[in-house]
């Protein structure tokens, strides 16, 4: 496969659409691809002919998360922060339609988007502790601040997998649909969304997020360097 058909970058009127599709390996993110979503994020914020962008899937996964089998070193953390930072600058709409499990970096970026709409076949997992790693994607704030400190210390610390149905009574997604019902129905309250008065919503985004705004940057740049502390650890034990 082609690297540009890992993330296929289309438009539906005025809404962007970033599709992982890599099912074969169940849409694991590599360094070119948190690349192209970065790219992708940043163009459409500067874009006035953009209103939101909206991520999914191809296949049985939204995504499982980081590519394992690529080395972690500073340039790929690097790519990892931008990436990060690129979901929590973004000014328009951030909508999520999580057709399956969502893994790690995958999970823990949809608590920067605006609307999640899952599959009830999706589920929430990210076992760091479990891959010697640290977390990441600025959940050590966004996950307390959504579900509460019990249910986020579950996830961060002891690999709790959340299932769809948990994650809405936690307040961590928005809608749960019929995997057959997903798509036309997510699309139906997107659409219905995007005849709203652009200005007004992005105006509100900016208000609802003025008080933590600067958290989430903090947060993003405190988890990647407790990440590179730990990458160096587990290497200096080989």
Avoid at 35 to 64: C, H, Q
Avoid at 104 to 111: C, E, K, S, V, Y
Wanted: charged fraction near 25%.
């Amino acid at each position: 496969m082609d690297k540009e058909d890992a993330v296929i970058e289309t438009i539906r009127e005025s809404i962007k659409v970033i599709r992982f599709n890599k099912p074969h390996k169940k849409n694991a993110i590599d360094k070119s691809m948190y690349l192209r979503v970065t790219k992708i994020l940043n163009e459409a914020a500067a874009n006035d002919t953009i209103s939101m962008v909206v991520l999914t899937g191809t296949g049985d996964f939204y995504s499982s998360g980081n590519d394992i089998t690529a080395e972690i070193d500073d340039f790929g953390l690097n790519i990892l922060r931008n990436f990060v930072e690129a979901f929590i600058k973004f000014p328009k709409l951030l909508i999520a339609v999580v057709n399956g499990p969502a893994i790690g970096i995958a999970a823990t970026t949809l608590a920067l988007c605006d609307l999640v709409f899952a599959s009830e076949n999706a589920y929430f997992y990210t076992p760091f502790p479990k891959l010697h790693m640290t977390a990441e994607g600025a959940s050590t704030f966004t996950f307390p601040r959504l579900m509460g400190q019990r249910k986020a210390t579950e996830m961060l610390l002891f690999n709790h997998k959340m299932s769809a149905k948990e994650g809405l009574e936690h307040g961590f997604i928005n809608r749960v649909y019929k995997p057959e019902e997903l798509q036309s129905k997510s699309w139906d309250k997107i659409m219905e969304i995007s005849k709203l008065p652009a200005h007004s919503i992005l105006a509100t985004k900016n208000l609802l997020r003025r008080t933590y705004y600067d958290d989430l940057l903090k947060t993003n740049e405190v988890e990647i360097e407790a990440l590179k502390r730990i990458v160096y650890q587990v290497k200096s034990n080989l």
